[in-house]
């Protein structure tokens, strides 16, 4: 016989599987609710996106312009410029686009050519992104890339793609050739060596071997002009890591003197005209280096007037030497007047100054990468 107790004991079971029943319910329609309401307003947020951003929802197939403004210029104690041109150009080959870049140099505002859609993107300090009309990207290193605002799958793709690559060994890589020092003279004071001496060794490798050099020469030409920098540039126009002129650039079929190995290849091609120009003379092999530092940094033309007006005062003109010599006596007005000389007087302490200094940083960066 069921007792009393026992019919509500199971009652009261059966009410609680009841509620908890309709509970479980309640919330599986909730649940579903919100489901559908979060895909909806993504949605419905994507489809916002696309209205506003006409232009695609990748850089694919684009032409995309951009210039780098990180401020860094010659002899900076970091390379911004060469790091992110390089990171540039890995987003373009990833991302299946073409890409030219330009560097913003001192009075430039690239900011304003991002507004009204001269460039595409820019790359900026991250203090200076408080901008109104631009979009940015996650920090790199200091930095990140700007867009114009409304430019939503852009910098969507732009951030998958930097998320990606920077947990990549080719970004690692990338940061350990840019960000340390290239200074030779500290690690040859202590003793150090090395078999990397510039974040662009294979290129110069690659462009020393055509001329016939030891490798380590043609980048202490390259340390002396620009300090490995390639956005460096003279009050002259020259440009880049070999400070090669717009007209030189133009003589040997080269247009972008940003580019690491353009400007390299137009520096070494005036090197080998100006190595043929002392080949075939009285000058020896040990000296013709020399002569043609002095003509890379001065011009031929200046160094063949120090030669004629080192003769002209009997002092051997195929020993560098005894230029230097020369040289003082050309800032005189009246002995230069006497001696015809195509440019007139010379004051020459740069050029002095300059061969020295490629030979001192030539010795030093023997020391630290023997061969």
């Known amino acids: 016989m069921v007792s009393l107790k026992q019919i509500f004991s199971s009652k009261k079971k059966k009410d609680t599987r009841t509620r908890n029943e309709k509970t479980f319910t309640i919330l599986?329609?909730?649940?579903?609710?919100?489901?559908?309401?979060?895909?909806?307003?993504?949605?419905?947020?994507?489809?916002?996106?696309?209205?506003?951003?006409?232009?695609?929802d990748t850089f694919a197939g684009d032409s995309i312009r951009c210039a780098i403004a990180t401020g860094d210029d010659m002899y900076s104690k970091d390379l911004m410029t060469g790091f992110n041109y390089e990171l540039l150009e890995a987003f373009a080959g990833t991302d299946r686009c073409s890409m030219t870049i330009v560097q913003a140099h001192e009075g430039e505002n690239y900011v304003d050519s991002l507004l009204n859609g001269s460039i595409d993107l820019v790359v900026l300090p991250y203090r200076d992104t408080v901008i109104a009309g631009i979009t940015v990207s996650k920090p790199v290193e200091g930095n990140v890339w700007a867009v114009r605002s409304g430019k939503f799958s852009h910098i969507k793709e732009i951030n998958l793609w930097l998320g990606h690559y920077m947990s990549l060994p080719e970004y690692d890589s990338l940061k350990d050739r840019f960000f340390r020092s290239y200074n030779p003279y500290p690690k040859a004071e202590h003793g150090i060596r090395?078999?990397?001496?510039?974040?662009?060794?294979?290129?110069?490798?690659?462009?020393?071997?055509?001329?016939?050099?030891?490798?380590?020469?043609?980048?202490?030409?390259?340390?002396?002009?620009?300090?490995?920098?390639?956005?460096?540039?003279?009050?002259?126009?020259?440009?880049?890591?070999?400070?090669?002129?717009?007209?030189?650039?133009?003589?040997y079929e080269v247009s972008d003197l940003l580019d690491p190995e353009q400007n390299i290849m137009a520096g070494t091609e005036h090197l080998k005209r100006l190595q043929r120009r002392y080949r075939n003379s009285d000058?020896?092999?040990?000296?013709?280096?020399?002569?043609?530092?002095?003509?890379?940094?001065?011009?031929?033309?200046?160094?063949?007037?120090?030669?004629?007006?080192?003769?002209?005062?009997?002092?051997?003109?195929?020993?560098?030497?005894?230029?230097?010599?020369?040289?003082?006596e050309m800032r005189k007005p009246e002995l230069v007047q006497s001696s015809s000389l195509r440019f007139g007087c010379f004051n020459g302490t740069e050029t002095i100054r300059y061969v020295d200094s490629v030979l001192d940083h030539y010795k030093a960066f023997c020391e630290i990468c023997p061969a």
Not at 33 to 47: E, G, K, N
């Open 194 to 251: 090395t078999r990397r001496i510039s974040p662009y060794d294979s290129l110069i490798r690659k462009y020393a071997a055509t001329m016939g050099w030891d490798w380590r020469m043609l980048a202490a030409v390259i340390y002396q002009e620009s300090r490995f920098s390639i956005n460096s540039m003279s009050s002259r126009g020259a440009a880049g890591l070999m400070q090669v002129m717009p007209s030189t650039a133009s003589h």
């Open 28 to 56: 599986r329609y909730l649940t579903a609710t919100v489901l559908v309401f979060a895909v909806v307003t993504f949605s419905q947020r994507s489809i916002a996106v696309d209205a506003i951003d006409t232009t695609g």
């Open 283 to 328: 000058i020896s092999p040990e000296e013709q280096i020399k002569f043609v530092l002095g003509a890379y940094n001065a011009g031929e033309g200046r160094i063949d007037d120090c030669r004629s007006f080192a003769a002209g005062i009997n002092l051997d003109n195929t020993k560098w030497d005894d230029i230097v010599k020369a040289i003082p």
